[in-house]
C-alpha cells in the first residue's frame, strides 16, 4: 500500500536556523507531491506543491522542497527560521494509480525559539 | 466565498451517544472527503465521495457513515461512539478539473468521547 514518512515527530530550533524536513513515499508512479502547515489552534494550510516540471518548489513563507525522483522524496527547507514558524507540518501523495487520494504523513512538530 | 465549513467546532459525547459532522462547501466541488488527525499518525481518510450519490471507504471507515444527497454537502455520522474516536476531524474538497489537485480544508471539529 503506499506509504508516505516523515523522519522526525519533532524538530527544536532556534530562530535564525536552518530548517529541513524529511518526506519520502512509496508510490512507484507518477505522484502529486504537497506540504501543508498547521499553525496552533488553526486549520491546515496549503504550503507548497509539486506536479511536473522544475522539482525545485518555491512555497509561501519562504518554504521551499525538492523533490528527488530517484530518492522518492519530498523535503521540506527553509534556510532561516522564525518563531511564528512553530507549527505542524504534514507531506502529503497523491497519485492517479491510487484514484488521486491524498495520502498524509506522520506529521512534524517545528518548535522554534526565540 | 465560505470555501468550506464545518459545524460544530467542539463537541463532547457519551459513548454510545450518535452524532453528525456536518460539512458544506460553496466552490462547486466534486470531490469531498473526511480525515481524522490523531497524535503522531498524521491525517487518515475515513470516507470521501467523487460526486453527489456516490461514496466509498477510505483507511479508517468503521464507525462511520456519509452520504452525499448534494453537491454541497457531505455529513460525517458517528453511529455510536466510542472512546477511540475522540480526534479532530476536518472535511476537505477539491475540484474535479482545473486545479483538480489543491484540497480545501474545513477548520476542524474537535471531538471527545467519554
Known amino acids: 500500500a503506499q506509504s508516505v514518512s516523515q523522519h522526525n515527530h519533532h524538530v527544536i530550533l532556534s530562530e535564525a536556523a536552518s530548517l529541513e524536513l524529511g518526506c519520502n513515499y512509496s508510490?512507484?508512479?507518477?505522484?502529486?507531491l504537497f506540504w501543508y502547515v498547521q499553525y496552533p489552534g488553526q486549520h491546515l494550510q496549503l504550503l507548497l506543491k509539486y506536479f511536473s516540471g522544475d522539482p525545485l518548489v518555491k512555497g509561501i513563507k519562504g518554504f521551499e522542497a525538492e523533490f528527488i525522483k530517484s530518492k522518492f522524496s519530498f523535503n521540506l527547507r527553509k534556510p532561516s527560521v522564525q518563531w511564528s514558524d512553530t507549527a505542524e507540518y504534514f507531506c502529503?501523495?497523491?497519485?492517479?494509480?491510487?484514484?488521486?487520494?491524498?495520502?498524509f504523513g506522520a506529521g512534524t512538530i517545528l518548535r522554534v525559539k526565540s | 466565498n465560505a470555501g468550506v465549513t464545518q459545524t460544530p467546532k467542539f463537541q463532547v459525547l457519551k459513548t454510545g451517544q450518535s452524532m453528525t459532522l456536518q460539512c458544506a462547501q460553496d466552490?462547486?466541488?466534486?470531490?469531498m472527503s473526511w480525515y481524522r488527525q490523531d497524535p503522531g499518525m498524521g491525517l487518515r481518510l475515513i470516507h470521501y465521495?467523487?460526486?453527489?450519490?456516490?461514496?466509498d471507504q477510505g483507511e479508517v471507515p468503521n464507525g462511520y457513515n456519509v452520504s452525499r444527497s448534494t453537491t454541497e454537502d457531505f455529513p460525517l455520522r458517528l453511529l455510536s461512539a466510542a472512546p477511540s474516536q475522540t480526534s479532530v476531524y476536518f472535511c476537505?474538497?477539491?475540484?474535479?478539473?482545473?486545479?483538480?489537485?489543491?484540497?480545501?480544508f474545513g477548520e476542524g471539529s474537535w471531538l471527545t468521547v467519554v
Open positions: 502529503a501523495v497523491s497519485s492517479m494509480e491510487y484514484g488521486n487520494k491524498l495520502v
Open positions: 476537505a474538497s477539491r475540484a474535479r478539473g482545473g486545479d483538480r489537485n489543491t484540497i480545501y
Open positions: 466552490m462547486n466541488h466534486e470531490y
Open positions: 465521495s467523487v460526486g453527489a450519490g456516490i461514496t
Open positions: 508510490y512507484g508512479g507518477t505522484v502529486n
